[in-house]
């Protein structure tokens, strides 16, 4: 299993962003997929989660209405679009998939929300 996320750097406040985690070595389209970001000193948190076949998504209060996730079966690639961005969302994100009770992860990818 390879996670490979991209498409992080610094904005500013109110701007937006969008991430991908692009999937290999396993069938992608069988899986549900989520976000998640730590900030410096902070625990890891849940950002937004998606079915396999994208029928139901998920996302944490602080992200609702702001942060779209979505997926894509042909290219096996986990998107989240980020709008009206904060400081606050200053974090390293990561995207994870849990196969068998194992959890795997990407290496993150460093979103900086700064005037």
């Known amino acids: 299993v390879q996670l490979v996320e991209s498409g992080g750097g610094l904005v500013q406040p109110g701007g937006s962003l969008r991430l991908s985690c692009a999937a290999s070595?396993?069938?992608?389209?069988?899986?549900?997929m989520s976000w998640h970001r730590q900030a410096p000193g902070k625990e890891r948190e849940l950002v937004a989660t998606?079915?396999?076949?994208?029928?139901?998504?998920n996302y944490a209060d602080s992200v609702k209405g702001r942060f779209t996730i979505s997926k894509d079966n042909v290219k096996n690639t986990v998107y989240l679009q980020m709008n009206s961005l904060k400081p606050e969302d200053t974090a390293r994100y990561y995207c994870?998939?849990?196969?068998?009770?194992?959890?795997?992860w990407g290496k993150g990818t460093l979103v900086t929300v700064s005037s």
């Open positions: 994870k998939m849990r196969r068998d009770l194992m959890d795997y």
């Open positions: 070595g396993f069938t992608f389209s069988r899986y549900s």
């Open positions: 998606i079915t396999s076949d994208s029928s139901y998504t």
